[in-house]
């Protein structure tokens, strides 16, 4: 099975921090994707990665950066914690898709609880 | 926004009643998945259908997709208490962008 792992389930962290969440994922997935969660807005894409040092903006970006040095890591940045990043975190993974079969069903981590005080 | 619709929000039914969600988008689509979370938990994929496919089964689950009206449903039959979560459709709208719409809320009461 496959398996995405997200270093933290619950952060609490103040305003002006640094904050690094981790996700790793173990079935050799090119592609990986961070997304947050709030409530009445859904999952929105923050950045994705389909390569390792590959990175592209996803539909909010701002107040994020993300970085891929090995393929089975993704890891989310933010540069200094404001209180509107308070959300659920999610990392997935997915295969690419092969030619001419755009399937890629998502394999999700658990999520990390972010709250910024 | 690309983001898909659900309808309804929140669905409360009784255990062995089914249960019907929606799902509506914007643009023309690969396919269509179908995620479960639970509470505080990541989403599980359900059930993807193709562009052109117009009804799939599995298990319990039967997914119909009518790209003419840029809609989906899902069927859970039987429903039980086990399937109380939260439900979201995903349209592929490109190789690298799926596009989750805001969740249709479901509790199964015994």
């Known amino acids: 099975d496959v398996k995405v792992t997200q270093s933290s389930r619950y952060l609490v962290k103040r305003t002006g921090e640094k904050v690094f969440l981790e996700c790793v994922q173990d079935?050799?997935?090119?592609?990986m994707f961070w997304y947050r969660q709030d409530p009445g807005l859904g999952l929105r894409l923050i950045y994705f990665?389909?390569?390792?040092?590959?990175?592209e903006k996803g539909d909010i970006p701002e107040g994020y950066s993300v970085s891929r040095e090995k393929k089975e890591r993704f890891s989310l940045i933010l540069e200094s914690a404001s209180t509107n990043q308070t959300s659920m975190y999610l990392c997935?993974?997915?295969?690419?898709?092969?030619?001419?079969?755009?399937?890629?069903?998502?394999?999700f981590g658990e999520g990390s609880r972010l709250t910024v005080l | 926004s690309q983001q898909g619709e659900e309808d309804p929000q929140a669905l409360s039914i009784q255990e062995g009643e089914n249960a019907t969600m929606n799902c509506s988008y914007k643009?023309?689509?690969?396919?269509l998945q179908w995620y479960r979370q639970n509470s505080g938990r990541g989403l599980v994929h359900l059930i993807l259908?193709?562009?052109?496919?117009r009804e799939k089964h599995s298990g319990r689950l039967r997914v119909t997709l009518d790209t003419s009206k840029k809609s989906s449903s899902l069927l859970i039959t039987a429903s039980r208490a086990a399937d109380t979560a939260s439900y979201f459709c995903?349209?592929?709208?490109?190789?690298?962008?799926?596009?989750f719409g805001q969740g249709t809320r479901l509790t199964i009461n015994p």
């Open positions: 997935a993974s997915s295969l690419l898709p092969s030619s001419g079969r755009l399937s890629g069903e998502l394999f």
């Open positions: 079935m050799d997935h090119e592609n």
């Open positions: 990665s389909y390569d390792v040092k590959m990175k």
């Open positions: 643009t023309s689509i690969n396919n």
């Open positions: 259908i193709r562009s052109n496919e």
């Open positions: 995903a349209s592929r709208v490109s190789a690298q962008k799926l596009v």
